[in-house]
């Protein structure tokens, strides 16, 4: 997988946070996550990324830990004043609900995107799930992407409903979750939401169904590539399994340097398969230990997991 | 798929009734219904099935209707005086909610099933979900079939555990969906669950979850099989679905007369295709009608909407 693709490097755009977790199994205060975080380490596994995020002086030297010696460009994560945004959830028994205790924006509440010269352009975009204001500003700044990916989250389709219209103009690949969007859409059933979604710009649109795997609209009306979730035994930490999926997803896609049917339902399973490592541990814990042996293992084991011929 | 595997013919044992069904799109009354309905026209498609069940008078030649020009022997289809088993039920709008508004069991009441001598050296046997103390009588009646696959529900998980305890011990194949799953395990976690079930009795799990696919383990410890549902633009009448997917499962394993990993997961997806049909319209109507032309297309379909390579 090499540097040298139509669609490399990703321009990641997103949060960089301090998380505080509270799950069945324990908890942890101020590890490392946000969207851009998880996107980028795991996109990295496949392709060069230039990551744009704010953190305040209590980030210190974390991001040198996490992202050196990975393929991500730091020269857009700015330090300011101030501490780092905060994020706290507590998960239930099951880990199917998550209350969020609280969020502190803190430097992220005056963040506005600036993309370096180098950067603007950036043969893949990736915007992460911040205020579509702050997309649309990304997106003014770069110079006619080959590919727009894009992340939102109920909170937006609710409270910036007009901004995230324009976003979506603009886009080519939405990764949403199943719930936001039926949201997005007006419509319970997935395929017709996936259609009214497609109507207001995005070609592709991605939904994430959490343990049921992921559901992908394919170019041809009406047809779809649909993967099911590893099964997992335990999972420990589901916090980032989504921008984590996403940077798979986008990462191997850009590596592939091609957007064709083939290429993007093998891009879904690499993006499920990051994920899949990602919920094992707390934070980034597990992808920061992740090698190429064991992607390539577990892709061969969604192989087995799904395969079968015609006998 | 001819009629000589070592797997054919199938004997079925279930509920043959009279639905009627109230949905967002419109009602039906009296209406062909019932579990060893839907299993035996499914299966059909595939093998030879003998029907074991009891009808009452106001069946009257439905039985013709239905079953006949099918590869489906209907010596073991009894009618006695009295009422068929009548079931109403009404969808709530997006038809993920159902609520049963009346069960009449009439003629099933007295049900017990009579195995015709002819039918006892049958290969497989498939136990409809019925009463386990029914289940287990029809176990008693036949002679070391290679294969026992049934269903059950919350009804008799809850109702009589003991006697479903003993069911399990003489089945192979257990086909629940997930939320039964969790109640017969007591795991909330569907590896785990499928794990203490096999720990049971039955050497192979198949998880029914609805528009999500299908989960089935493998025999090597800890390895599964999973297909997702084909996205439907409309699901019209999902009464009977699960049956039909049963139908179809042991029907296409049936037909190839081996469990190897390659059958298994080839009869998943036969199960899921005939469901997908099923779905489409009230009662039996879609699957009346369906061809192998039909069958062999959207199975197809499914190798699209699932296959990826390693690039």
Same mark, same amino acid.
């Given at each position: 997988?090499?540097?040298s ?5 990703i321009l990641a755009?997103g949060?960089?946070?301090l ?8 908890e ?5 996550g946000?969207?851009? #975080?998880?996107?980028?380490?795991a996109?990295a596994f ?7 995020a704010v953190v305040g002086?209590?980030?210190a030297?974390?991001?040198a830990e996490?992202?050196?010696?990975r393929r991500?460009d730091?020269?857009?994560?700015q330090t300011v004043?101030?501490e780092t945004?905060? $994020?706290k959830?507590?998960y ?6 998550r209350? #969020?205790?609280?969020t502190?924006?803190?430097?992220f509440e005056q963040f506005?995107p600036?993309?370096?010269d180098a950067y603007?352009?950036s043969?893949?975009v990736?915007?992460?799930?911040i205020?579509?204001?702050l997309q649309?500003e990304?997106?003014?700044?770069v110079e ?8 939102t989250?109920?909170? $937006?389709?609710?409270?910036a409903p007009e901004?995230l219209?324009e ?7 939405l990764?949403i979750?199943d719930?936001e969007?039926r949201e997005l859409?007006g419509?319970?059933n997935l ?8 109507a207001?710009?995005?070609?592709t649109v991605?939904?994430k169904?959490?343990?049921h795997g992921?559901l992908?609209t ?13 099964p997992l035994?335990?999972v ?5 399994a989504g921008d #984590?999926?996403a940077g798979?997803?986008v990462?191997s896609?850009?590596?592939c340097g091609?957007?064709?049917d ?9 993006g499920s398969t990051i ?5 094992e ?8 230990r992740?090698?190429?042996e064991?992607?390539?293992?577990r ?11 015609e006998?």
């Open positions: 997988m090499s540097g693709s139509p669609l490399s490097p755009v949060s960089v946070a998380d505080t977790i509270k799950n069945p199994f324990g942890v205060s101020r590890v490392v946000g969207s851009a #975080t998880y996107f980028s380490v996109a496949f392709t060069d990324v230039r990551l744009v002086e209590d980030f030297d974390r991001g996490l992202f050196e010696g991500i730091l020269a857009g994560l004043p101030g945004f905060r $994020w959830g507590e239930g028994f099951d880990l199917n609900t209350e #969020t205790i609280y502190k924006l803190n430097v506005e600036t993309i370096p603007r352009t043969p893949v990736f915007l992460g799930n205020h579509p204001r649309l990304v997106l003014d700044q006619k992407p080959h590919l727009v990916a894009a992340d989250m109920n909170y $937006w389709i609710e409270g901004e219209r976003v979506l103009k603009r886009v080519d690949i990764i979750n719930a969007a859409s419509e319970a395929v017709k939401a996936a259609c009214v979604i497609r207001m710009g995005p070609s991605v939904v169904k959490g343990e992921v992908m394919r170019p041809c009306e009406g047809e779809f590539f649909a993967a099911p979730a590893m035994e335990q420990f930490d589901p916090t980032g #984590t999926f798979g997803f990462g896609l850009a590596a091609e957007m064709s083939a290429a993007m339902a093998r891009a879904i399973i690499y994920a899949s490592f990602a919920v541990e707390f934070s980034l814990d597990r992808l920061l992740l090698t190429q064991d992607i390539k293992e892709f061969g084991l969604f192989r087995r997991l799904t395969y079968f011929d006998g």
